[in-house]
């Protein structure tokens, strides 16, 4: 069995800084994606940012320049590294990774159980 596991949310005022970290434990043979979504209340859960297993990486148009994702392979962990942190990016931040579970190389999605990032004015 597979678990990611957020760590990190918290209260934060606007302009400053904060770190998230997703960790993964269990049968992982190797992680292709790992990426950051967030949700409110209303809205769909939306893509953050993600980083591939070639450093690559892509962010929303709204985090751009603020935001950096990276990923510790041997540990199994993404962070998100956010600044300039403004209201609008409160919500709860839920971890996602595309997981090799077995040697036959079969894979499948898994999500954190998310974590509350509040940015107050």
């Known amino acids: 069995q597979v678990q990611l596991v957020e760590s990190g949310g918290g209260l934060v005022q606007a302009g400053g800084s904060w770190r998230l970290t997703c960790a993964g434990s269990?049968?992982?043979?190797?992680?292709?994606?790992m990426g950051w979504y967030r949700q409110t209340p209303g809205k769909q859960r939306e893509l953050v940012a993600y980083?591939?297993?070639?450093?690559?990486?892509d962010y929303a148009d709204s985090v751009m320049g603020r935001f950096t994702i990276s990923r510790d392979n041997a540990k199994n962990t993404v962070y998100l590294e956010m600044n300039s942190l403004k209201p609008e990016d409160t919500g709860v931040y839920y971890c996602?990774?595309?997981?090799?579970?077995?040697?036959?190389?079969?894979?499948?999605?898994?999500w954190g159980q998310g974590t509350q990032v509040t940015v107050s004015s």
């Open positions: 269990g049968t992982i043979f190797g992680i292709k994606t």
């Open positions: 996602n990774a595309m997981v090799r579970y077995s040697i036959e190389y079969r894979w499948k999605e898994y």
């Open positions: 980083v591939d297993d070639g450093d690559g990486s």
